[in-house]
């Protein structure tokens, strides 16, 4: 049974840092694209990155460029995303999701629509002062 579950989740001082993990498991991450996700109070869900492209190349909306950076780990069928420079707007609950790769599509265009097979239940990050 395919299965994600995020951690990392935390409240952190604007400026500050985390890294969440999204582990896999009832699968492997090799043949999927992997998104995070995140909603914040009140507001849509909005994609934050994606990877598993072909060409390897990691996928950020405009508004986490040069902060955010999405890893895999495949020998731990983990997904991480670190966070720095977090901003009071970066409040969210922020999902893992998954849907396997598509030749004709790359990640993106699931991420722009939020279109995933399997979500994990999500992991508050909350940033204050």
């Known amino acids: 049974q395919l299965q994600l579950v995020e951690s990392g989740g935390d409240l952190v001082q604007p400026g500050g840092s985390l890294r969440l993990s999204c582990a896999a498991s009832g699968f492997t991450l090799d043949d999927y694209y992997i998104g995070w996700v995140r909603q914040a109070p009140g507001k849509e869900h909005e994609g934050v990155s994606c990877v598993g492209n072909r060409d390897g190349r990691p996928v950020y909306v405009d508004s986490v460029k040069g902060r955010f950076t999405v890893s895999r780990d495949m020998a731990k069928n983990t997904v991480y995303l670190e966070m720095n420079n977090l901003k009071p707007e970066d409040t969210a609950v922020y999902y893992c999701?998954?849907?396997?790769?598509?030749?004709?599509?790359?990640?993106?265009?699931?991420?722009?629509?939020?279109?995933?097979?399997?979500w994990g239940q999500g992991t508050q990050v909350t940033v204050s002062s």
């Open positions: 999701a998954v849907r396997r790769r598509y030749r004709f599509r790359p990640c993106e265009y699931y991420l722009t629509r939020r279109e995933f097979d399997s």
